[in-house]
Nanobody
């Protein structure tokens, strides 16, 4: 069982930055691939970024490439999402998720989800 708690969301102006954190419980965090997804009102959940547990390879959704960076600190059981050059269209609830496999892009591959943190980007 893994519990995930996101933090770091908030209100920021367009062009600004935020760093989201996701703290995981459990002693096997290093064996989980981690991902960030987001969901805006009236829209489907969207893959944002993922990092696998094996070689820490990273993957990004097309809309955030070059602006967002995912990283993990296994010693702290935490995964981060650094978000730069934020745009109003980045406004959404951001969810952290954990997968026991290597795939990170598809939401159905994830076993555990956090409650989400709101990110609002004003124009």
């Amino acid at each position: 069982q893994v519990q995930l708690v996101e933090s770091g969301g908030g209100l920021v102006q367009a062009g600004g930055s935020l760093r989201l954190s996701c703290a995981a419980s459990g002693r096997t965090f290093s064996r989980y691939s981690m991902g960030w997804f987001r969901q805006a009102p009236g829209k489907e959940r969207e893959f944002v970024a993922g990092i696998n547990w094996s070689d820490h390879g990273t993957y990004y959704g097309d809309s955030v490439k070059g602006r967002f960076t995912i990283s993990r600190d296994n010693a702290k059981n935490t995964v981060y999402l650094q978000m730069n050059s934020l745009k109003p269209e980045d406004t959404a609830v951001y969810y952290c998720a954990a997968s026991s496999g290597l795939g990170v892009v598809t939401s159905r591959l994830y076993n555990y989800w956090g409650q989400g943190t709101q990110v609002t980007v004003s124009s």
